[in-house]
């Protein structure tokens, strides 16, 4: 089935360190991947997205490419900040007809960052 | 703009209470549809909907009733509460030829 696996937390980082999260994925066809933000109690806002292979989504300096042959979709950000403190989702949408769209969330990475 | 509103903010139920979940949307968003967020699994779908009058199943939607009246409203109906049930309960709308979708901030409800 269709599904996404990601690393488990949490991840607890110094400011200004290097951030990966990884982010795996089993689809059928091909589908478009993004990575989600939740702040603590709040709902979840899109941070990237990638539509298609070798596309790379970049947003407040997180980036993620897509990579078919690995069927990945990592994220980095090269300088974290306390503000990074959140959960973060990879998800898929299919994007096939039958599908609607919908999203298949992983279970998340809880990211703690210290000043 | 007040993107999607989603009430009660919390809610405590006891077992076999019937209850609404509200979901609000004011952008004019043909697909709306409900998550639950439990910790360690992610978000599930529950159900969700293409259009006023039509509405389909998602991966856990056994407990809970839903309706599409309107483009703007989707409200989630759980008729007899069980305490698996106990979740944070998230409303996301987009359009249907759109990637992003826009999430409400999201009700946690207990059952005890």
């Known amino acids: 089935g269709n599904s996404v696996t990601q690393m488990e937390g949490p991840v607890t980082l110094s400011e200004e360190a290097f951030l990966t999260i990884n982010c795996t994925y089993t689809?059928?066809?091909?589908?478009?991947l993004f990575w989600y933000v939740q702040y603590p109690g709040e709902g979840l806002q899109l941070l990237l997205k990638?539509?298609?292979?070798?596309d790379k989504g970049s947003n407040k300096g997180f980036e993620a490419t897509y990579r078919k042959e690995t069927t990945s979709f990592h994220l980095e950000k090269g300088s974290v900040q306390v503000s990074d403190s959140a959960v973060y989702f990879c998800?898929?949408?299919?994007?096939?007809?039958?599908?609607?769209?919908?999203?298949?969330f992983g279970k998340g990475t809880k990211l703690s960052v210290k000043p | 703009n007040a993107g999607v509103t989603q009430t009660p903010k919390f809610q405590v139920l006891k077992t076999g209470q019937s209850m609404t979940l509200q979901c609000a949307q004011d952008?004019?968003?043909?697909?709306m549809s409900w998550y639950r967020q439990d910790p360690g699994m992610g978000l599930r779908l529950i159900h969700y909907?293409?259009?006023?009058?039509?509405?389909d199943q998602g991966e856990v939607p056994n407990g809970y009733n839903v309706s599409r009246s309107t483009t703007e409203d989707f409200p989630l109906r759980l008729l007899s509460a069980a305490p698996s049930q106990t979740s944070v309960y998230f409303c996301?709308?987009?359009?249907?030829?759109?990637?992003?979708?826009?999430f409400g901030s999201g009700t946690r409800l207990t059952v005890v």
């Open positions: 996301a709308s987009r359009q249907v030829a759109d990637y992003g979708y826009t």
């Open positions: 689809a059928t066809g091909y589908p478009s």
């Open positions: 990638a539509t298609k292979a070798d």
């Open positions: 998800a898929l949408r299919l994007n096939y007809g039958g599908s609607q769209g919908n999203l298949i």
């Open positions: 952008m004019n968003h043909e697909y």
């Open positions: 909907s293409v259009g006023a009058g039509i509405t």
